[in-house]
């Protein structure tokens, strides 16, 4: 009865490490995340300051890095390529927003094409 005693005690502490140890892990992952989250808070202030091309910038590496983050295989290579699709991509979508400004102010100015009429 005794060794089943001493048994049980052994598991009860290899249990208690065990999750002790996870406990550490956790903290330290969530440690790395939010020194992260003050690196990137120091980056995007920058960018903010510097204007909206920078801001565009730093949204994107924003994007390129939780991607590598996610996907710690993909290489390099494929990281720039992803940057300058999402470049691109941003430009259009900027395109596009400034085409629909322009168009909602000549609407709302009865300027537009179609009201000539």
Not at 80 to 90: I, K, N, P, S
């Amino acid at each position: 009865m005794e060794v089943a005693r001493v048994k049980l005690e052994q598991v009860k502490q290899k249990t208690h490490e065990l999750a002790v140890a996870q406990s550490d892990l956790r903290f330290e992952d969530e440690s790395a995340e939010i020194r992260s989250q003050i690196v990137a808070l120091d980056g995007y202030s920058t960018a903010v300051l510097e204007g909206a091309d920078a801001l565009r910038k730093f949204n994107i590496e924003q994007q390129v890095q939780a991607f590598a983050r996610n996907n710690p295989l993909v290489g390099a290579d494929k990281l720039d390529e992803m940057r300058a699709q999402l470049t691109v991509l941003t430009d259009i979508q900027n395109q596009a927003a400034t085409a629909q400004h322009v168009h909602s102010s000549r609407v709302s100015r009865g300027t537009t094409p179609i009201s000539r009429r």
